[in-house]
Nanobody
């Protein structure tokens, strides 16, 4: 069992930056893949980015490449999402996720989800 808690969401103007954080706890804490999904109003949840337990493998959606960066803390129980050059279309609830397979080209459906944090980008 894994518990995930996100923080760092808020309101930002287009072109601005935000950094999201996620704290994980529970079994397999140091050997679990983690990442971020998001859901905009009226849309399906979609994968944004993911990272392997050791940080060696990362996935980025094409829509955020060059703007977003995922990283893990030293203890591997935290994950961060640095979001730069934010656009109004990035507005969504962002969810920290864990328990999935990740490669540089795909992420399987996560087993664990956080409660979500709202990111709103104004034009």
């Amino acid at each position: 069992q894994v518990q995930l808690v996100e923080s760092g969401g808020g309101l930002v103007q287009a072109g601005g930056s935000l950094r999201l954080s996620c704290a994980a706890s529970g079994r397999t804490l140091n050997s679990i893949n983690m990442g971020w999904f998001r859901q905009a109003p009226g849309k399906e949840r979609e994968v944004v980015t993911a990272i392997s337990w050791d940080g060696g493998i990362t996935y980025l959606a094409e829509s955020v490449k060059g703007r977003f960066t995922i990283s893990r803390g030293i203890a591997k129980n935290t994950v961060y999402l640095q979001m730069n050059s934010l656009k109004p279309e990035d507005t969504a609830v962002y969810y920290c996720t864990a328990g999935f397979q990740v490669s540089d080209s795909s992420v399987t459906p996560p087993r664990y989800w956080g409660q979500g944090t709202q990111v709103t980008v104004s034009s």
